[in-house]
T-cell receptor, first 114, second 112 residues
Framework: DAGVTQSPTHLIKTRGQQVTLRCSPK?????VSWYQQALGQGPQFIFQ???????QRGNFPDRFSGHQFPNYSSELNVNALLLGDSALYLC?????????????FGPGTRLTVT | QQQVKQSPQSLIVQKGGISIINCAYE??????FPWYQQFPGKGPALLIA?????SEKKEGRFTISFNKSAKQFSLHIMDSQPGDSATYFC???????????FGKGTTLSVSS
């Protein structure tokens, strides 16, 4: 049973560019949450997708947007990249219904903005 | 405003010893408190979790103690092993039941 998968593993972008990160949830899960983890810090909630809609959003600017597909996979898009966007981006999935408290994380995508 | 405060920032424990990590929260609406373990280059892995109607939960060598009145909870790792060396995060589930609010993490080193 595959866990949460994310791609790519690493990514290097230039300031001002746009990036798309991808996530496939754990089998049987329909809710996907995205987190940003800066070096030496705990993960910070970006947003959650359930039934292809953004269910809740954390304190992140509109440059951060997402999408969920009918197969429950998800994308995180970041526009106009800033140096401060360099971080590990984590995807977490949870059980059906969007009300499960147990969130399972993928390995993350390490984004470096130069 | 940090809603979950975690201490210590780092911890060194001898093999076989007890590791203790503490967290405090502010929002009484939080109702689910997990601990995550993260190894370098990996995503956080759910270790153990507790709800406020229980004062203690034990799973193997890992125990969560919960003090609702003090709004504090802690992770105890008994018989700590070098393989336990990792970063540990406490977290709390927000009021909407969607987002985990994480502490800043504790880096544990277990010396052999």
């Amino acid at each position: 049973d595959a866990g949460v998968t994310q791609s790519p593993t690493h990514l290097i972008k230039t300031r001002g560019q746009q990036v798309t990160l991808r996530c496939s949830p754990k089998s049987g899960h329909d809710t996907v949450s995205w987190y940003q983890q800066a070096l030496g810090q705990g993960p910070q909630f970006i947003f959650q997708y359930y039934e292809e809609e953004e269910r809740q959003r954390g304190n992140f600017p509109d440059r951060f947007s997402g999408h969920q597909f009918p197969n429950y996979s998800s994308e995180l898009n970041v526009n106009a990249l800033l140096l401060g966007d360099s971080a590990l981006y984590l995807c977490a999935s949870s059980l059906p219904g969007g009300l499960s408290t147990e969130q399972y994380f993928g390995p993350g995508t390490r984004l470096t903005v130069t | 405003q940090q809603q979950v405060k975690q201490s210590p920032q780092s911890l060194i424990v001898q093999k076989g010893g007890i590791s203790i990590i503490n967290c405090a929260y502010e929002n009484t609406a939080f109702d689910y408190f997990p601990w995550y373990q993260q190894f370098p280059g990996k995503g956080p892995a759910l270790l153990i979790a507790i709800r406020p109607d229980v004062s203690e939960k034990k799973e193997g060598r890992f125990t969560i103690s919960f003090n609702k009145s003090a709004k504090q909870f802690s992770l105890h790792i008994m018989d700590s092993q070098p393989g336990d060396s990792a970063t540990y995060f406490c977290a709390a589930f927000n009021q909407a039941g969607t987002a985990l609010i994480f502490g800043k993490g504790t880096t544990l080193s277990v010396s052999s």
